[in-house]
């Protein structure tokens, strides 16, 4: 509960903003590409750390990394409360990532230890993933309304209570665990290295709507991540103590579903952020009406979390669970590619969310059981961090790439002499047909690269499953 706690913070705060972005673009002056910055600067150096820091976990202890992120992200948070100004606002959204990374990258790690039989840890995951869509659902919703009722600021501000009840239960009920050791090796080379090429790589994409695809800048940067992410693999290849052990990447299913939700994410990063754009710029709905409007699906994702996913991860393997899950997704994103100016949100947008809820709701908790199996206790916390890496960057780097595609294709239009509405509905529908076509790779990825489980350790799930239902009061 402590640590689902912890987990709802930060997800509360990753949608949270989602709603408040036309009001911060309005006070702060934002462009709409320049925008996603005040998402990316958090996933940046979120992403760019969760590895480093589910490692730091293994060394240090994990209870000892939570609490220091939780603090750092509580300060973080007050900081982007109070900011007047982008550059303000964006730094302190880099650095509330940076706590975000150390909170959140033990968690599953903590979680998948303290469950170690197959059973109990998959509705273990299930309720992690249900906290999270939860906290999706509460975001949505409360940054709506605080914004409308008050002004964006306090939607950093509601961190703070949630923080501080957090610390003080971690304080009386985690145990505090002790880590490998410094000895170990934490390799701060390699973890400069991925940083940086993260950092460079979205920069890249994001600026390239001012600076051309093809223009010195983009490309010289784009290339200059490139080498970054080079040197990475070459770094963790012959250090002593590398950050990633590239052995961990010999599991066709660890790999394949990192690989998978990387894709997955970007659609869905790309829809929520666009979606809500959408809704205001176009439909003309306020900001408590975009967070209503959001409810459903990730009302759908939490429902399924919670025990349907894991009851039939248990039955029928995590593999068989995620394909139709990731149709649906696809169907969902391809479905509202064909919004319109004058469109519906009961017929144009709710469909398409109710389909990516359902997906979604299906293939988050198998992906991480998939990529949690067969990891030793001693490299949990890597594996979490993984997991959390491939979301968080792959949900960075599509939202970058989305959003500057979008805005490209709005200014090319409005300087065509198209409507303002008119040229942002198209732009937006690129945007989702191409998340479309991202989920037809993952697709692709689980068909070719994910393994089935062995035939016993399917029995043995079955077993459990019959023996304790996912749906019974002691799982719940």
Same mark, same amino acid.
């Given at each position: 509960?402590?640590?689902?706690?912890?987990?709802?913070?930060?997800v509360l705060d990753a949608t949270i903003v989602n709603v408040a972005l036309p009001k911060i673009?309005?006070?702060?002056?934002?462009?709409?590409?320049?925008?996603?910055?005040?998402?990316?600067?958090?996933?940046?150096?979120?992403?760019?750390l969760l590895l480093l820091a589910g490692r730091l976990g293994d060394l240090l202890g994990r209870?000892?990394?939570?609490?220091?992120?939780?603090?750092?992200?509580?300060?973080?948070?007050?900081?982007?409360?109070?900011?007047?100004?982008?550059?303000?606002?964006?730094?302190?959204?880099?650095?509330?990532?940076?706590?975000?990374?150390?909170?959140?990258?033990?968690?599953?790690?903590?979680?998948?230890?303290?469950?170690?039989?197959?059973?109990?840890?998959?509705?273990?995951?299930?309720?992690?993933?249900?906290?999270?869509?939860?906290?999706?659902?509460?975001?949505?919703?409360?940054?709506?309304?605080?914004?409308?009722?008050?002004?964006?600021?306090?939607?950093?501000?509601?961190?703070?209570?949630?923080?501080?009840?957090? $610390? =003080? !239960? +971690? /304080?009386?009920?985690?145990?505090?665990?002790?880590?490998?050791?410094?000895?170990?090796?934490?390799? @701060? *080379? &390699?973890?400069?290295?991925?940083?940086?090429?993260?950092?460079?790589?979205?920069?890249?994409?994001?600026?390239?709507?001012?600076?051309?695809?093809?223009?010195?800048?983009?490309?010289?940067?784009?290339?200059?991540?490139?080498?970054?992410?080079?040197?990475?693999?070459?770094?963790?290849?012959?250090?002593?103590?590398?950050?990633?052990?590239?052995?961990?990447?010999?599991?066709?299913?660890?790999?394949?579903?990192?690989?998978?939700?990387?894709?997955?994410?970007?659609?869905?990063?790309?829809?929520?952020?666009?979606?809500?754009?959408?809704?205001?710029?176009?439909?003309?709905?306020?900001?408590?009406?975009?967070?209503?409007?959001?409810?459903?699906?990730?009302?759908?994702? $939490? =429902? !399924? +979390? /919670?025990?349907?996913?894991?009851?039939?991860?248990?039955?029928?393997?995590?593999?068989?669970?995620? @394909? *139709? &899950?990731?149709?649906?997704?696809?169907?969902?994103?391809?479905?509202?590619?064909?919004?319109?100016?004058?469109?519906?949100?009961?017929?144009?947008?709710?469909?398409?969310?109710?389909?990516?809820?359902?997906?979604?709701?299906?293939?988050?908790?198998?992906?991480?059981?998939?990529?949690?199996?067969?990891?030793?206790?001693?490299?949990?916390?890597?594996?979490?961090?993984?997991?959390?890496?491939?979301?968080?960057?792959?949900?960075?780097?599509?939202?970058?790439?989305?959003?500057?595609?979008?805005?490209?294709?709005?200014?090319?239009?409005?300087?065509?002499?198209?409507?303002?509405?008119?040229?942002?509905?198209?732009?937006?529908?690129?945007?989702?047909?191409?998340?479309? $076509?991202? !989920?037809?790779?993952?697709?692709?990825?689980?068909?070719?690269?994910?393994?089935?489980?062995?035939?016993?350790?399917?029995?043995?799930?079955?077993?459990?499953?019959?023996?304790?239902?996912?749906?019974?009061?002691?799982?719940?």
């Amino acid at each position: 509960m402590v640590l689902c706690a912890g987990m709802l913070m930060i997800v509360l705060d990753a949608t949270i903003v989602n709603v408040a972005l036309p009001k911060i673009q309005t006070d702060l002056g934002f462009s709409q590409s320049s925008l996603a910055w005040v998402v990316n600067a958090y996933l940046i150096s979120f992403g760019g750390l969760l590895l480093l820091a589910g490692r730091l976990g293994d060394l240090l202890g994990r209870r000892d990394v939570f609490l220091t992120g939780l603090t750092l992200f509580t300060a973080a948070s007050l900081a982007c409360g109070v900011a007047d100004s982008q550059s303000v606002l964006v730094v302190a959204r880099f650095i509330q990532g940076i706590g975000g990374a150390l909170t959140s990258a033990v968690i599953l790690g903590m979680i998948v230890t303290m469950f170690p039989e197959r059973g109990e840890q998959a509705r273990a995951i299930g309720v992690y993933s249900f906290v999270a869509s939860a906290g999706g659902s509460i975001g949505l919703l409360a940054g709506g309304a605080i914004t409308q009722a008050i002004n964006w600021h306090w939607i950093f501000i509601v961190n703070l209570p949630i923080a501080l009840v957090t $610390g =003080v !239960l +971690s /304080l009386r009920y985690l145990s505090r665990d002790r880590g490998l050791g410094f000895s170990k090796g934490a390799d @701060l *080379p &390699g973890a400069t290295f991925i940083v940086a090429a993260v950092m460079m790589g979205v920069y890249a994409i994001v600026e390239a709507t001012n600076y051309g695809w093809g223009s010195a800048h983009t490309l010289g940067f784009g290339a200059g991540a490139v080498a970054l992410l080079v040197a990475f693999v070459v770094r963790e290849s012959r250090a002593a103590n590398p950050l990633v052990p590239l052995r961990i990447f010999r599991s066709r299913n660890l790999s394949g579903a990192n690989t998978i939700q990387a894709l997955m994410v970007a659609g869905i990063y790309g829809m929520f952020f666009l979606g809500a754009l959408y809704l205001q710029k176009v439909l003309g709905f306020d900001s408590l009406e975009v967070g209503l409007a959001f409810i459903p699906m990730t009302a759908i994702i $939490g =429902v !399924l +979390s /919670l025990g349907f996913s894991a009851k039939l991860n248990m039955r029928f393997g995590a593999r068989a669970t995620l @394909l *139709p &899950g990731l149709v649906a997704v696809g169907a969902g994103l391809l479905y509202i590619a064909q919004i319109s100016t004058d469109g519906n949100y009961w017929t144009e947008v709710l469909p398409a969310m109710v389909l990516i809820g359902i997906g979604a709701g299906l293939s988050f908790p198998s992906l991480m059981t998939l990529a949690m199996t067969g990891v030793e206790p001693q490299e949990a916390g890597l594996a979490s961090g993984l997991v959390n890496t491939t979301m968080q960057v792959g949900g960075a780097l599509g939202l970058a790439v989305l959003a500057t595609l979008s805005t490209s294709r709005t200014t090319n239009l409005v300087n065509s002499g198209d409507s303002v509405s008119s040229a942002l509905t198209s732009g937006y529908r690129l945007a989702f047909l191409i998340g479309a $076509g991202l !989920l037809v790779a993952a697709l692709g990825v689980a068909l070719a690269v994910l393994r089935s489980e062995p035939a016993g350790d399917e029995a043995a799930a079955i077993e459990a499953a019959e023996a304790d239902p996912a749906f019974s009061s002691e799982a719940l």
